[in-house]
């Protein structure tokens, strides 16, 4: 006596234990393991602009520094977002803003040279390593938006994310393509 086969249901498991599979691989993997996040992150303001500090701890300083060391150059990117609240309707985004961290050593030089898009100065060339991973993952006194576009009383949320990223080559045995989660800061200004 034969039993008639439903392939429908064998490809309905088959599905299934292959999301299953994609999901554990996937959040287990170190690029994926949340061991990085954003500490540090405050808001203030100076006398005309509203401000932020943040720094990212926990993520790969030693595969960093061996990929570095070869001479590839990794890049950091923030996102910083700024919304205003509004009840009962869709947040008003008011700022947008791509921050870029560049790491690259200089084999010749024997030099760390950071280059950090949001300021004006010419890179920093750093012979410590401990120095230049600490220019690398924080951010001091970005300017977000000038106070003059906030309103008195209002209710702002500031999102920021990370992404960590080689520039053009792949490192052997490196999670490239890393993120923080997003962070969420709610005030009333």
């Not at 030099?111 to 300021?119: L, V």
């Amino acid at each position: 006596m034969q039993f008639p086969i439903d392939h429908n249901a064998i490809m309905k498991r088959l599905h299934a234990g292959c999301l299953v599979f994609f999901v554990l691989i996937l959040t287990t993997s170190p690029a994926f393991s949340g061991d990085a996040e954003l500490t540090n992150l405050s808001v203030r303001n100076s006398n005309d602009q509203l401000q932020v500090d943040l720094m990212i701890k926990g993520i790969f300083a030693e595969e960093i520094k061996a990929a570095v060391s070869k001479g590839i150059p990794i890049s950091l990117t923030f996102l910083i977002l700024l919304y205003e609240v509004r009840d009962y309707w869709f947040d008003n985004k008011m700022v947008s803003k791509t921050v870029v961290h560049d790491i690259k050593f200089d084999v010749l030089k024997k030099e760390y040279r950071i280059r950090r898009s949001w300021e004006k100065k010419i890179p920093l060339d750093i012979k410590d390593f401990e120095k230049a991973q600490s220019l690398f993952f924080e951010i001091k006194e970005f300017d977000v938006i000038p106070l003059k576009r906030l309103k008195k009383g209002k209710h702002y949320q500031l999102r920021i994310k990370s992404e960590l990223s080689e520039n053009k080559v792949h490192f052997p045995g490196f999670p490239w393509e890393f993120g923080t989660d997003w962070y969420t800061i709610n005030f009333i200004y």
